[in-house]
């Protein structure tokens, strides 16, 4: 039987480019519209049920009532009004202790809604043959806990469903993760991984979903969506929501790019009022969905080649990943600290 597979939604009330519609963060309905999107498309392809990989929620161990019940809103009409079972995986930032378990994982409060909630241990779907294990903290436990669940069983028509971080999956990021070939090597029929933001069929059969949209300047570049998976095929389908894109500069060629999405641009100006008209020139006559300038005054410019916009460009990804990522940082204040300094990085390339 066909299903679809989502992970890292990240539901949470976005301050960036986002607004209050009533008592709702826009972003946050911009995520809720697109799981629904996806769930419709699944349920008319033919998919019984919609399986997430871990990462339901964004703020690790706490979840702002306003993102928590339009959520369970959601959940209950999939699940009750579109006719998908549903089963959610603990990723680490659903989840309030460094491993799963049931008292810490936010994802819960949705159980009452009809899906399944997979927080405690290793859990099989025998009607879509998917075996599915919660985050682990530890690499290695995690990597015993599969060993454990194979067993001397075969499990080549078994699909693995896990949250943990993965090699090769995003470009440029160096490797702390779980060997891709690892993953290959246990032998089963297809392996689906979230944690990363990037859909990459990283060795045959062994996937890394993706996250359902793009969350902030970190996702630039990568293939956000939902699958849909058959006995014979996955199929990616791109994210309708708005994307993350980063321009050097604004051409004709690139109105498509530029529609709908949050656009970071760098442009050379004389004034800092140029700044403003930029903005208003991506929004309201190139239909971005918001607009960032980052200003380079035209007589302070250094001559800049490729390697060194190339530098510049590492450190920006490599800021918003460690932001992501620290532990010490509040999750409600990490895409401010982002912005902040990726606006300090700007003032001072442009002043020098």
């Not at 697109?34 to 349920?43: D, G, Q, S, W």
């Not at 959940?75 to 579109?82: A, G, K, M």
């Not at 378990?101 to 290793?122: Q, Y």
Request: hydrophobic share 40%; aromatic share 6%.
């Amino acid at each position: 039987m066909p299903y679809g597979v989502i992970s890292d939604s990240h539901y949470h009330s976005f301050s960036a480019f986002a607004k209050q519609n009533g008592h709702i963060n826009s972003r946050l309905q911009i995520m809720i519209d697109e799981t629904r999107r996806a769930a419709i498309h699944m349920k008319e392809a033919g998919c019984t049920a919609m399986f997430h990989c871990g990462d339901i929620f964004h703020v690790r161990g706490r979840v702002a009532p306003s993102v928590l019940n339009p959520v369970v809103d959601l959940y209950d009409e999939i699940v009750n009004d579109i006719g998908l079972k549903v089963f959610l995986l603990a990723g680490n930032h659903d989840l309030e202790f460094e491993d799963s378990n049931r008292i810490g994982n936010s994802g819960e409060a949705l159980r009452h809604t009809g899906v399944t909630v997979v927080s405690d241990g290793p859990f099989v779907d025998f009607d879509h043959n998917v075996l599915m294990i919660p985050w682990h903290a530890k690499q290695k436990a995690l990597l015993e806990t599969i060993e454990r669940q194979i067993d001397d069983d075969s499990v080549e028509d078994v699909t693995l469903m896990i949250h943990a971080p993965v090699n090769e999956i995003i470009p440029g990021l160096p490797d702390h993760g779980i060997d891709p070939d690892v993953l290959a090597g246990f032998g089963f029929q297809r392996v689906f991984v979230g944690h990363y933001h990037n859909h990459k069929e990283v060795r045959p059969g062994v996937f890394s979903v993706g996250a359902l949209t793009h969350q902030n300047w970190g996702d630039v570049g990568s293939r956000a969506g939902y699958l849909i998976v058959s006995d014979n095929e996955v199929r990616h389908h791109e994210t309708n929501a708005p994307k993350f894109i980063d321009m050097e500069s604004v051409e004709e060629d690139d109105l498509d790019r530029i529609a709908g999405n949050y656009v970071r641009a760098r442009i050379e100006i004389e004034d800092e009022k140029e700044v403003q008209t930029f903005r208003d020139m991506l929004v309201n006559e190139l239909n971005a969905a918001a607009a960032l300038i980052m200003p380079l005054r035209k007589d302070k410019l250094i001559t800049r080649k490729g390697a060194a916009k190339t530098s510049l460009d590492r450190l920006e990804d490599s800021i918003t990943h460690f932001v992501n990522e620290s532990a010490s940082i509040p999750e409600d204040l990490k895409d401010d600290v982002s912005s902040a300094v990726l606006s300090t990085l700007a003032e001072i390339d442009h002043a020098v």
